[in-house]
């Protein structure tokens, strides 16, 4: 899930002296440990986790350019009365947007505040 406020995916950053190289060569290194065993045993459930990681590694590597909201056309951001860097619903419609776009098939919204019965008094 994104978070409205603070960092949008936890954990998104490689931890400290990780850079972006180490984790592709591990990935990689990963990646040929379990084409051996794959070619042993043939077994599907191996290669599938070799696509899982790949995707993982591609989803990591876009989502900092999808959470950018700075990136949109100030008209855009006026429609949507976003303002990056701040938490708003308004954010997280343009962030739907987005997603929608890139081709994710389902985005749920959550808005916590949209119900005033326990602030009425």
Known sequence: ???GSGEP????????GVDDG?????????????????DV????EIAT???SFEMAYRMQ???????DLAKEPQSVLDMY???PGKPSFA??????????????RFVQLFHEAWDQHGNLT
Do not use: H, M, W
Not at 91 to 104: D, M, P, S
């Open 91 to 104: 954010n997280n419609c343009l962030l739907a947007r987005r997603l929608l776009e890139r081709g994710v």
């Open 61 to 67: 590597a876009s989502a900092p350019d999808l959470v």
């Open 49 to 51: 986790r070799i696509n």
């Open 22 to 38: 180490v984790q592709r060569d591990t990935l990689d290194a990963v990646k040929a440990l379990n084409q051996k065993r794959l």
């Open 9 to 16: 995916v936890l954990y998104l950053s490689n931890p400290r």
């Open 41 to 44: 045993v043939g077994d599907p």
């Open 1 to 3: 899930p994104f978070r």
């Open 81 to 83: 009365g976003a303002e």
